[in-house]
């Protein structure tokens, strides 16, 4: 392709791929193609976004320019991809200093329709000709009448909120800020909720002007795609524009040149140990791979490993209720040591710790067999991307790590040289962490202010006032007749001309046959043969009668503690030294599963081990010994854990509302999801507090009288599932009959059936500006259309009312067997966001579609029964159609529904849905204002702060 220059070609050992490294001639735009035999193509376009405030200009501005182009006319294109394409991935990403478009497809035809759609958005959005565009994706004022109130809203705006609700996000924040002084990363790259009614629409479009140009863009390629017709592809884009020189200076972070010592504080409740104390180096240059290599083995080793020394200090002395780190950013690797749940008077205490614990690294260097288990998992994590079916885009994403700062994407690909040196010199480790803590650093102590998010909304409440004081008739008149406008135009339908302008595919091209795997079985032990790199998998299900909530509780708090204490053999620190040696997954937990299309369940043991084919035999030896010797005479550590765990689930829990919302909605409709609730939801906390309060005999005692019934659980027969090659399936069955694992009779699964019951509807209350809402059901049966239903209903209806119109940050309804959810996150709105899950039945009725229409919400659902996977993954689905006693052919009848969907189907999953939402579980996650506007709404509360 003469319009490309060839600037680099070379092999990716670690990818088995080929790269090729372009320069287009005209506009001198790079393009990076990995090209290896993945059908799962993958493409992106992004830019260098450089900002120098907290408006979020660059995150409303990836939001904007996929609401309509110069070639695709509808309101939302994205939405429509989503709702008609074949994408296996379909989004955008601001990060602090680049903003990226990525997509990837199956399928050649969809992948250029992709590419296609995400070039013209970028290049030519509708974002100069509509400014709707910009008051829905980023923040407008809102006046329903004179009388009422002046609001702010927004998508942006709302995404934000929810974002800087949780504690850890505001200390990274306050971290960012003070660490990176006078440099590209010291603002909010999202936006600031108090900074984002500030940036004009004038503005977004002078920074669309000067960025988003070829001459500033990083064009990705990945996958088995014709590379030629790729480039000729782009050029027809490209060639539009001449070269330009982008002015967009980075603003690189800049060694500190005194010790910095802070004092602020964050939105949170006055109490004891709610304090953060925070201590960051500067460690080297990000752009190599040998210091990120070094500085994450530092990090791990003096922090985030369990019994990694100043982490293992600073608990087992009281000083703090966990120990965490943050991202780097830019150039410059941050290591940060943030000490959570913490009284401001032990920071010295804290302080001295540190100081002493790096300088034993620094004189003595690491214990030879825990940096080999860091770099044994290190290795792991950084060659499988953590086993994602998006190898593509997470390739994408690490080429900037290079790129984005003018050096060669390649060698950010490349990390076996990295690992060779170290592994050949571990007193590297030493002479990377003198570099990292000789020089300065920043102590932080982050105070909580129980008023802050309260001031900051009297004062919003206020400024809007006097805004609003401020304005004439007209002007308010104004404000009023644009709400109405935008609403209107949130909520219309596009025009058929519009419609036509997007990329269509034929459902006659979609096969109704699907994958499955060589899945071999005798008796109870399973086996797929699939290329895993040398790792040998085992997955292991043993059925369990149901118990009392609290057994259940229990033996799930038993697997969450059995690997981070002692052993008879092993104190807790040498344990995981032990375990990462020689292991990668290693891990027990209790799970819940429907049989396919029956009213009945069973509960589960889950036992998860893998390691190197080789290693398989030692490691299941620890694996048992690990799962059957634990003691429990270190009730001081277990209570450290206990109080840890108890910080990250609410942590997690104000982070991800959505999760723990959508199992408590779903806890009284049947017994089976009353026992996920016990052991992952809101009750589980309040147990694992229960736990943590007993004095030292009463604790040991209650966990050794539970480890009995543990150990008696994890010696019963159960299905075993074993993923690797060849060699490594004959090796690790060998080693289970050797155990005695195998049997060659039919296992009781211990079923139970299940009684669907009326739902509750219950408030979970937090420190959290944004609201989770949740309504939960039984269908009385299922079809394969369903998912066609529900993709019409996700990406219109509730999208257009709940996303566009309302400004939560997503929406939707998602189905699994015959349970049904519908949902909203970081959401605004409360009582309205109810009220439009319980119009969409309504709305399905009145749908009269064409059958194009239909055929396209065939084609966008398609993927729902034949996702992309990865090897393991895909071994894994077959394991659980064993355990689920369904089959292929099962899921090929709803397929085959599914691709015979017509209008009638739409009314009668309506109907479906309005019997399932008689009984359903109701929940809100919000915070104590939201809950005294709605109390009378609610059976019960759940204090989560």
């Given at each position: ?6 600037i680099k070609?070379?092999h990716?050992?670690?990818?088995n ?7 287009h001639e005209k506009?001198?735009a ?6 290896n ?5 993958a493409?992106g ?7 120098n405030?907290?408006?979020g200009v660059c995150h ?10 110069r ?6 294109p994205?939405m ?8 296996t991935?379909?989004n ?19 992948f ?8 013209d958005?970028?290049?030519?959005p ?12 980023g ?6 009448n004179?009388?009422?109130p002046?609001?702010?809203n ?18 990274m ?12 990363y010291n603002?909010?790259?999202?936006g600031?909720?108090e ?9 977004l479009?002078?920074?669309h002007?000067e960025?988003y ?25 490209l ?9 967009n ?13 802070v ?17 960051s ?11 990120n ?18 982490k ?5 002395e ?8 943050m991202y780097s950013?830019?150039?410059?690797n ?11 008077e ?8 540190i100081?002493?614990e790096?300088?034993?690294l ?26 994602t079916?998006?190898?593509?885009i ?5 080429a900037f ?10 060698d950010?690909?490349k990390f ?5 040196k170290l592994?050949n010199d571990?007193?590297?480790v ?6 990292y ?15 802050l998010?309260?001031k900051r909304?009297?004062?919003l409440?206020k ?9 004439s ?29 997007l990329p269509r595919?034929?459902v006659?091209d979609?096969?109704?046959?699907l994958?499955?795997e ?5 008796g ?7 290329f895993?790199?040398g ?7 043993v059925?369990i ?14 697997s ?9 053999k092993?104190?807790y620190k ?11 997954d ?13 009213n ?8 998860k081990l ?11 030896d620890?694996?048992e010994?690990?799962?059957k ?6 009730t001081?550590k ?6 840890t765990m ?5 942590l ?9 919302t ?6 009284n ?33 209650y966990?050794?009288?539970?480890y ?13 599932h074993?993923t ?8 690790a069955?060998?080693?289970l009959?050797k155990?005695g ?11 139970f ?29 299922t079809s ?16 257009d009312?709940?996303?566009a ?5 997503g929406d939707?309804?998602?189905?699994s067997?015959?349970?049904?959810v519908f949902?909203?996150?970081r ?15 309504d ?5 009269d ?21 990865t ?5 894994l ?5 064993r ?5 292929v052919?099962d ?9 015979e ?10 109907d479906?849905l ?6 359903k ?5 919000t ?8 109390k009378?709404?609610?059976q ?6």
């Amino acid at each position: 392709m003469d319009k490309f220059k060839l600037i680099k070609k070379e092999h990716i050992n670690e990818l088995n791929s080929d790269a090729f490294l372009y320069e287009h001639e005209k506009t001198k735009a790079r393009v990076l193609k990995v090209e290896n035999n993945d059908e799962n193509k993958a493409f992106g376009i992004g830019f260098r976004t450089v900002q120098n405030d907290d408006t979020g200009v660059c995150h409303i501005l990836e939001h904007s320019v996929l609401s309509g182009s110069r070639k695709y006319k509808t309101k939302e294109p994205f939405m429509d991809l989503v709702k008609s394409s074949l994408q296996t991935f379909l989004n955008a990403m601001t990060f602090d200093d680049k903003t990226i478009y990525p997509i990837s497809s199956r399928n050649e035809k969809d992948f250029f329709n992709l590419m296609d759609v995400y070039m013209d958005a970028v290049l030519f959005p509708d974002i100069y000709n509509n400014e709707k565009i910009f008051m829905q994706e980023g923040w407008h004022y809102e006046l329903e009448n004179k009388d009422a109130p002046l609001t702010i809203n927004g998508v942006v705006y709302n995404e934000m909120k929810g974002a800087m609700s949780s504690d850890i996000s505001q200390v990274m924040d306050k971290i960012a800020r003070y660490l990176y002084p006078n440099s590209t990363y010291n603002t909010n790259s999202g936006g600031d909720p108090e900074f984002i009614p500030t940036l004009s629409r004038e503005a977004l479009l002078d920074y669309h002007r000067e960025k988003y140009h070829p001459s500033n863009s990083y064009i990705f390629l990945y996958g088995n795609g014709d590379t030629n017709k790729e480039l000729e592809f782009l050029d027809g884009y490209l060639s539009e524009f001449e070269f330009k020189d982008v002015k967009n200076p980075m603003k690189y972070i800049k060694p500190l040149e005194k010790n910095i010592d802070v004092e602020t504080t964050y939105f949170g409740e006055a109490k004891p140990k709610n304090d953060f104390f925070v201590v960051s180096y500067l460690a080297g240059d990000s752009t190599d791979n040998l210091n990120n290599l070094c500085h994450e083995v530092i990090t791990r080793a003096l922090v985030t490993e369990d019994g990694a020394p100043i982490k293992d200090r600073i608990l087992s002395e009281g000083l703090a209720t966990d120990v965490e780190t943050m991202y780097s950013v830019g150039t410059v690797n941050n290591l940060s040591i943030i000490a959570k749940g913490m009284n401001a008077e032990d920071k010295d205490k804290i302080l001295k710790i540190i100081d002493e614990e790096i300088g034993s690294l620094i004189k003595s260097g690491l214990d030879e067999k825990l940096f080999k288990s860091i770099l044994h998992q290190l290795k792991y994590e950084i060659k499988t991307y953590g086993d994602t079916p998006h190898l593509g885009i997470m390739t994408y994403i690490r080429a900037f790590q290079t790129w984005l700062y003018d050096k060669d994407p390649i060698d950010a690909l490349k990390f076996d040289d990295a690992f060779e040196k170290l592994e050949n010199d571990s007193e590297l480790v030493q002479k990377y962490a003198k570099d990292y803590f000789d020089g300065y650093r920043m102590t932080m102590l982050v105070k909580p202010d129980p008023e802050l998010g309260k001031k900051r909304e009297e004062e919003l409440k206020k400024k809007l006032a006097e805004h609003k004081k401020s304005l004439s008739d007209e002007e308010l008149e104004e404000i009023i007749k644009k709400t109405k406008e935008l609403h209107e135009f949130q909520l219309s339908e596009d025009s058929e001309e519009a419609k036509k302008t997007l990329p269509r595919l034929n459902v006659k091209d979609l096969s109704d046959k699907l994958q499955k795997e060589n899945e071999k079985i005798d008796g109870n032990i399973s086996s797929c043969e699939a290329f895993t790199g040398g790792v040998t998998y085992m997955d292991a299900l043993v059925p369990i009668d149901d118990m009392d909530d609290e057994k259940l509780q229990a033996i799930t708090l038993l697997s969450d503690l059995i690997d981070r204490i002692d052993t008879e053999k092993y104190n807790y620190k040498d344990l995981n030294t032990e375990i990462n040696l020689i292991s990668y997954d290693f891990n027990v937990n209790i799970m819940t599963s429907k049989y396919y299309e029956k009213n009945e369940a069973s509960i589960f043991l889950s036992k998860k081990l893998s390691s190197d084919g080789y290693d398989f035999e030692k490691a299941y030896d620890l694996f048992e010994e690990v799962h059957k010797t634990t003691v429990f005479d270190n009730t001081k550590k277990i209570k450290e854990i206990l109080n840890t765990m108890i910080s990250d689930l609410k942590l997690k829990a104000v982070m991800t509302g959505i999760a723990i919302t959508r199992t408590e909605a779903m806890k009284n409709v049947n017994r089976r999801f009353a026992i996920d609730a016990k052991i992952s939801g809101a009750d589980y906390i309040k147990y694992i507090e229960k736990v943590a309060s007993m004095d030292d005999v009463e604790m040991k005692k209650y966990l050794e009288d539970m480890y009995e019934i543990y150990k008696n659980i994890f010696d019963e027969k159960g299905f075993y599932h074993i993923t690797s090659d060849s060699e490594g399936i004959k090796k690790a069955v060998a080693v289970l009959e050797k155990k005695g694992l195998k049997v060659d009779g039919e296992i009781d699964k211990k079923k139970f059936a299940l009684k669907n019951n009326p739902g509750t509807t219950t408030a979970l209350v937090a420190i959290t500006d944004v609201n989770y809402c949740i309504d939960a059901g039984i269908l009385p049966k299922t079809s394969g259309s369903d998912s066609v239903v529900r993709n019409m209903l996700s990406n219109s209806f509730l999208h257009d009312n709940i996303r566009a119109k309302g400004g939560a940050y997503g929406d939707g309804i998602n189905q699994s067997d015959d349970c049904v959810v519908f949902y909203s996150y970081r959401d605004p709105n409360l009582q309205n966001t109810f009220d439009v899950f319980e119009k969409s039945m309504d709305w399905l009725r009145g749908r009269d579609l064409k059958k194009e229409q239909i055929d396209d919400l065939i084609i966008g659902s398609y993927n729902s029964f034949d996702p992309n996977l990865t090897p393991r993954m895909r071994s894994l689905r077959d394991f659980s159609y064993r355990i689920n006693e369904t089959s292929v052919e099962d899921l090929e009848k709803k397929l085959k529904e599914a691709l015979e969907t017509k209008k009638e189907d739409f009314a009668d999953f309506a109907d479906r849905l309005e019997a399932a939402m008689k009984n359903k579980g109701r929940t809100v996650f919000t915070n104590e204002d939201g809950y005294e506007k709605s109390k009378d709404m609610w059976q019960e509360k759940k204090d989560l702060k």
